[in-house]
């Protein structure tokens, strides 16, 4: 296992480099994004996510053919991505129900996440249903599927690179027992597909995404404002790599051209580690609000990621964390910014 993944984690195939103007540190947003991807028919699962749905409505605007793979139980989510250009197609990953999806799709990109909390409904989604995508999708140039840094064995305050030990992250937490498992399991058979159909394959362990459409921040933002305590891990601080859904986006089309057989692995995540601690401080002083720490070993340790192989194949991302969490308070809740300072969009 230690020599499949030291194979699985590397830049094989002469793929290692992203394309000039499209890491986060270049021309970001959707013109970068389409300057790489334009014309191409992108299936994105997870569409109706926090991070599928910004990245499916970028592409579009960029002038590529993206088709949106979910269940769509909310309509709302549904309109959305359809007025933005989106074309939906209803998949059941739970029962492999991937058929309606088109096969000849240039580019897969699997957002696509299970957490009801029951083990065969979440082994079933997210290992199943990803061995049925990849199946399907056995002729795409690149497949990329999101993972989480929430794969590494709890460890305080080490720094893992994409060789770290794997463990169950989240089983601290009762209303996640499944998540860690369930994407570690996956992750073992995204390497084995892209050996199996010789399918070009990144394998993104991303760290805590927010923006606009809210994020871990943003709950902690709801406890504020709740005049509830946020809970951090005894082991203070709580560290980990916010990064933004702009950056996310920019980011996309070197996680596309990354992909490799064995599958590449990259920790993705805000190039400044920045702990709860610090960010739920930042936001008080932005609102006005009170901010209340409790500490617990009942929530989940540090996790705090080496980037290395994350500059060498996607460059750095580019929205200062501060930033960020401005413009998502901005988005969210714009009345909480009343006692002064100025409006902040990343850029």
Request: glycine residues 12%.
């Amino acid at each position: 296992m230690g020599e499949e993944r030291g194979a699985g984690s590397g830049e094989a195939g002469g793929r290692g480099a992203s394309p000039a103007g499209v890491g986060a540190t270049g021309a970001n947003g959707p013109a970068a994004v389409g300057a790489a991807l334009a014309g191409r028919t992108i299936v994105v699962t997870g569409a109706t996510g926090q991070v599928g749905e910004p990245v499916a409505l970028a592409l579009a605007a960029a002038g590529s053919n993206v088709v949106a793979g979910a269940r769509f139980t909310d309509a709302t989510a549904r309109a959305r991505l359809e007025q933005g250009g989106v074309t939906c197609v209803a998949v059941d990953l739970g029962a492999g129900e991937v058929g309606d999806l088109p096969a000849e799709a240039d580019v897969v990109l699997n957002f696509a996440v299970a957490k009801s909390n029951r083990w065969a409904t979440d082994l079933d989604a997210n290992v199943g249903g990803l061995a049925a995508l990849m199946e399907h999708h056995q002729r795409a140039s690149a497949f990329v599927h999101c993972s989480t840094t929430a794969v590494y064995k709890p460890l305080g305050h080490h720094v893992f690179d994409e060789d770290g030990p794997l463990g169950d992250n989240h089983a601290v937490w009762p209303f996640l027992q499944t998540y860690s498992i369930s994407k570690i399991a996956a992750e073992a058979t995204a390497r084995w597909a892209a050996r199996r159909f010789a399918l070009p394959t990144t394998i993104a362990r991303l760290s805590v995404p927010y923006g606009d459409r809210g994020g871990w921040p943003a709950f902690h933002l709801e406890l504020m404002r709740a005049g509830k305590p946020v809970p951090v891990h005894v082991d203070a601080p709580s560290v980990y790599h916010p990064i933004h859904e702009r950056d996310i986006v920019a980011m996309v089309p070197g996680l596309v051209e990354a992909a490799a057989v064995p599958a590449t692995v990259v920790n993705w995540g805000g190039d400044e580690p920045v702990s709860i601690e610090e960010w739920c401080g930042y936001l008080a002083e932005l609102t006005g609000l009170d901010v209340v720490f409790a500490p617990t070993t009942d929530t989940i340790d540090s996790v705090q990621i080496d980037l290395t192989r994350m500059h060498r194949l996607l460059g750095h991302t580019s929205v200062p964390w501060r930033t960020g969490m401005r413009s998502m308070v901005v988005a969210r809740h714009p009345e909480l910014l009343a006692r002064g300072g100025t409006t902040t969009t990343p850029s």
